[in-house]
């Protein structure tokens, strides 16, 4: 199984109503995008992260170890923003090179904090979707917003795919492993390439046996399918709405400001 | 008046190939309602193929199919009807879940009936009690072991509540333990009625649990008949890669080494022939403490 998707079936959040948890990390992720305040991404990092953690069950390692992934790649993608080269140097730091500096200013230093921040605070909100919701509760939570229903459909039978095909793929490599299939670079290229080829023919395969089955239990062409269900609890949506109206309120003073 | 068959083939041709090799060849035979019946033959006989033409998937080339007396409807509205009649449950069951879902999984073959979502949700909860699923329900379809995979997709028919249902190779890739359950579920489906047609090549499973055994060979039936009949017919079941089951093996070479007696009727399990064993260890004990009995 792919981490995130075991780590959201034992997380002690997996059965908060699904639509309670969509609404909170969307409507968390709008104010976070919409205000680009340092102080409101600190809070929704530190709430996410308690979420996720402590109440989720989620551990800490874990979690540190995904934010980690979108910090590297946010701190390499800002540095182009801190850092400028130019003739004249900036107060905050500059060194000089030849007739030019490569120079960076407070106010892009500020900005590049804030940039990461936000941007860490808005990941941190689809983490804790993705760590506390399964993949078919998000599905259920985008049909009852009237998502396309053959976008929908596309989705989980993709999502279910992914794993088979994994599965597949796994076998075909231990197989290939097994009789020196990745001696060298030449015949692990060889090997992948014969992998790949197989797994085309194989999902063709699965797809058609897969409809058949669907065929057999009178399918016709809607996939109906019944979702657990999980009511929303009043403290919780009272909760979210504190939440969010102080988010909502950081907001407005952040523009006004 | 004689009982009309639930399930009728008549000199039925499938090919896979635009007709240059056939699957079934001119397969004919007749399945009565609440019968128990063993499909048995060798890889490629065309159990599968014919399983999948019962449920309307394969359309034969030539030849009819009858339900209930009644030639098949290829129609999109009369597959409909003969699926939700007629219940196949695959070999590989990854070949059969689509969601990644238990829950979502059961609930697909239902709502297509028509049934409204809010009685679709008890049968689902009924079924879900009734295989024992509950354990894992909540876990995704790609996180269950092969039994658990094989208890939903037995889930996924019986919900619909089909007159027949139809396993290939329920036991296929499974351990003791969970063949143990599948075999479990399956006599549960017969003391309900429902007629159960079945693929196996597990011979001492067929003899204990069929009323009646099919064998087929290169797409045509070799033979159709009771257990016992097909079992002790060794020429056929070399023909079709059979072996004889290990209780009738052992009940002849008893009887041939004249520990028991050869016109004892045959038995169907071990727990007959070891019936059997025990009376002779009686008898046996009543001679020791009586030796000389009066004439």
Same mark, same amino acid.
């Given at each position: 199984?792919?981490?995130? #998707?075991?780590?959201?079936y034992?997380s002690?959040?997996?059965? +908060?109503?699904?639509?309670?948890?969509?609404t909170y990390? !969307?409507?968390?992720l709008l104010f976070?995008?919409?205000?680009? =305040?340092?102080? %409101?991404a600190?809070?929704?990092?530190a709430v996410n992260?308690?979420?996720?953690?402590?109440k989720?069950?989620?551990?800490? =390692?874990?979690y540190?170890?995904y934010?980690?992934?979108?910090l590297?790649?946010?701190i @390499? =993608?800002?540095?182009?923003v801190?850092i400028n080269i130019? *003739?004249v140097p900036f107060d905050?730091a500059?060194?000089?090179l030849g007739?030019?500096?490569?120079t960076?200013?407070y106010?892009?230093?500020r900005?590049?904090i804030? +940039?990461?921040l936000t941007? @860490?605070?808005?990941?941190?909100?689809?983490?804790?979707l993705? &760590?506390?919701t399964? +993949?078919?509760?998000?599905?259920?939570?985008?049909k009852?917003?009237?998502? *396309?229903?053959?976008l929908?459909?596309l989705m989980?039978?993709?999502y279910?795919?992914i794993?088979?095909?994994?599965?597949?793929?796994?076998?075909i490599?231990?197989?290939q492993d097994?009789?020196?299939?990745?001696r060298? @670079?030449k015949?692990? %290229?060889?090997?992948f390439?014969t992998?790949?080829?197989?797994l085309?023919i194989?999902?063709? $395969?699965?797809?058609?046996?897969l409809y058949?089955? !669907?065929?057999?239990r009178?399918?016709d062409?809607?996939?109906q399918v019944?979702?657990?269900?999980?009511?929303?609890k009043r403290t919780?949506?009272?909760?979210i709405?504190f939440?969010?109206?102080?988010l909502f309120?950081l907001?407005?003073?952040?523009?006004?400001? | 008046?004689?009982?009309?068959?639930?399930?009728?083939?008549?000199?039925?041709?499938?090919?896979y190939d635009n007709e240059?090799?056939h699957?079934l060849n001119?397969?004919?035979l007749e399945?009565?309602r609440?019968?128990?019946i063993?499909? +048995?033959?060798?890889?490629?006989?065309?159990?599968?193929t014919? &399983?999948?033409?019962?449920?309307?998937i394969?359309r034969?080339?030539?030849g009819?199919?009858?339900y209930?007396?009644?030639?098949?409807?290829y129609?999109?509205?009369?597959?409909l009807?003969?699926?939700?009649?007629?219940?196949?449950?695959f070999?590989?069951?990854d070949?059969?879940?689509?969601?990644?879902?238990?829950?979502?999984e059961i609930?697909?073959?239902i709502?297509n009936?028509g049934?409204?979502?809010e009685?679709a949700?008890?049968?689902?909860?009924?079924?879900?009690?009734?295989l024992?699923?509950? *354990?894992?329900r /909540?876990?995704?379809?790609?996180a269950l072991?092969g039994?658990q995979k094989?208890?939903?997709?037995?889930?996924d028919?019986l919900v619909? /509540?089909?007159?027949?249902i139809?396993?290939d190779?329920?036991?296929? $890739?499974?351990d003791?333990?969970h063949?143990i359950?599948v075999n479990?579920i399956? #006599?549960?489906?017969t003391?309900?009625?429902?007629?159960?047609?079945?693929s196996?090549?597990d011979v001492?499973?067929?003899?204990?649990?069929a009323?009646e055994?099919?064998l087929l /060979?290169?797409?045509?039936v070799?033979?159709?008949?009771?257990p016992?009949d097909?079992?002790? #017919?060794?020429?056929?079941?070399?023909?079709?890669?059979?072996?004889?089951?290990?209780?009738?093996?052992?009940?002849?070479? @008893?009887?041939?080494?004249?520990?028991?007696d050869?016109?004892?009727?045959l038995?169907?399990?071990?727990h007959?022939?070891?019936?059997?064993i025990?009376?002779?260890?009686? =008898?046996?004990?009543?001679e020791e403490?009586? *030796?000389?009995?009066q004439?």
């Amino acid at each position: 199984m792919i981490t995130i #998707d075991m780590l959201c079936y034992y997380s002690k959040l997996r059965y +908060m109503n699904a639509m309670e948890k969509f609404t909170y990390a !969307m409507l968390t992720l709008l104010f976070c995008v919409v205000s680009r =305040s340092l102080a %409101m991404a600190v809070l929704v990092l530190a709430v996410n992260g308690i979420l996720t953690v402590r109440k989720g069950g989620i551990p800490f =390692s874990r979690y540190w170890h995904y934010l980690m992934i979108p910090l590297t790649f946010l701190i @390499l =993608s800002t540095l182009a923003v801190i850092i400028n080269i130019s *003739p004249v140097p900036f107060d905050a730091a500059a060194v000089p090179l030849g007739t030019y500096y490569l120079t960076a200013s407070y106010a892009s230093i500020r900005k590049g904090i804030q +940039m990461i921040l936000t941007a @860490l605070a808005s990941v941190s909100c689809l983490y804790f979707l993705s &760590f506390n919701t399964p +993949m078919t509760d998000v599905l259920s939570v985008l049909k009852k917003l009237h998502c *396309p229903d053959l976008l929908v459909e596309l989705m989980l039978l993709i999502y279910r795919y992914i794993f088979l095909l994994l599965d597949i793929s796994f076998c075909i490599s231990l197989s290939q492993d097994s009789r020196l299939g990745n001696r060298d @670079l030449k015949t692990s %290229m060889r090997s992948f390439g014969t992998m790949v080829s197989v797994l085309l023919i194989r999902a063709m $395969a699965r797809s058609g046996a897969l409809y058949d089955a !669907m065929e057999a239990r009178c399918y016709d062409g809607r996939l109906q399918v019944l979702d657990e269900q999980y009511p929303p609890k009043r403290t919780e949506i009272l909760w979210i709405f504190f939440f969010e109206s102080l988010l909502f309120v950081l907001t407005i003073w952040s523009k006004l400001k | 008046m004689s009982e009309t068959p639930i399930l009728k083939a008549e000199n039925i041709y499938y090919s896979y190939d635009n007709e240059k090799s056939h699957s079934l060849n001119g397969l004919s035979l007749e399945i009565f309602r609440g019968r128990k019946i063993a499909f +048995m033959g060798a890889n490629g006989s065309g159990k599968s193929t014919f &399983f999948l033409c019962c449920n309307g998937i394969n359309r034969p080339s030539k030849g009819t199919l009858y339900y209930c007396g009644e030639p098949y409807d290829y129609s999109r509205k009369g597959l409909l009807k003969l699926r939700s009649k007629v219940g196949i449950i695959f070999q590989d069951p990854d070949n059969q879940l689509f969601s990644a879902s238990v829950y979502q999984e059961i609930s697909f073959g239902i709502l297509n009936l028509g049934v409204s979502p809010e009685e679709a949700r008890q049968e689902v909860e009924q079924v879900i009690d009734k295989l024992e699923i509950t *354990p894992f329900r /909540h876990k995704p379809t790609h996180a269950l072991s092969g039994g658990q995979k094989k208890q939903v997709s037995i889930a996924d028919i019986l919900v619909m /509540h089909p007159d027949i249902i139809i396993l290939d190779e329920p036991a296929a $890739a499974l351990d003791p333990k969970h063949t143990i359950l599948v075999n479990k579920i399956v #006599d549960q489906l017969t003391e309900e009625g429902i007629t159960v047609l079945m693929s196996t090549h597990d011979v001492d499973y067929a003899l204990a649990w069929a009323d009646e055994i099919v064998l087929l /060979h290169e797409g045509q039936v070799l033979m159709q008949g009771s257990p016992l009949d097909v079992f002790t #017919d060794k020429e056929i079941l070399t023909q079709t890669n059979l072996a004889q089951p290990a209780v009738l093996q052992l009940f002849e070479s @008893l009887c041939k080494k004249g520990i028991l007696d050869a016109s004892l009727p045959l038995p169907r399990d071990l727990h007959t022939l070891e019936h059997y064993i025990e009376n002779i260890q009686t =008898s046996h004990n009543k001679e020791e403490t009586n *030796p000389c009995p009066q004439k």
